[in-house]
Nanobody, 126 residues
Framework: VQLQASGGGLVQAGDSLRLSCAAS????????MGWFRQAPGEEREFVAA????????YYGDSVKGRFTISRDNAKNTVYLQMNSLKPEDTAAYYC????????????????????WGQGTQVTVSS
């Protein structure tokens, strides 16, 4: 599966952005999906994940209550709605796919995802 992330940009603190991750090559409904982010000089950080059915979501502590992951399998797209953005949310955001068994635990680390899109930059000014 090929993944294409988009929707990043430059915003002010308190603003909202919605990132999209469009899949091609395979049906997205066969994959659990995740979003990660990486700031310069930092390790890649788990942001959110969603089961292939869409019925379970998981979030990193730093984004809980502000970010929402969702998916539209009919459109082969996963979204990350980011509200109340903070300067510390500034990073390159990456979407990723895990196509292993649906009975496999949801993954919250990089090594749990075999497929990655290119990053989309989000910059939040104070």
């Amino acid at each position: 599966v090929q993944l294409q992330a988009s929707g990043g940009g430059l915003v002010q603190a308190g603003d909202s952005l919605r990132l999209s991750c469009a899949a091609s090559g395979r049906t997205l409904s066969n994959y659990d999906m995740g979003w990660f982010r990486q700031a310069p000089g930092e390790e890649r950080e788990f942001v959110a994940a969603i089961r292939r059915s869409g019925n379970s979501t998981y979030y990193g502590d730093s984004v809980k209550g502000r970010f929402t992951i969702s998916r539209d399998n009919a459109k082969n797209t996963v979204y990350l709605q980011m509200n109340s953005l903070k300067p510390e949310d500034t990073a390159a955001y990456y979407c990723a796919a895990d196509g292993r068994s649906p009975f496999w635990p949801i993954q919250t680390t990089e090594r749990g995802y075999a497929y990655w899109g290119q990053g989309t930059q989000v910059t939040v000014s104070s």
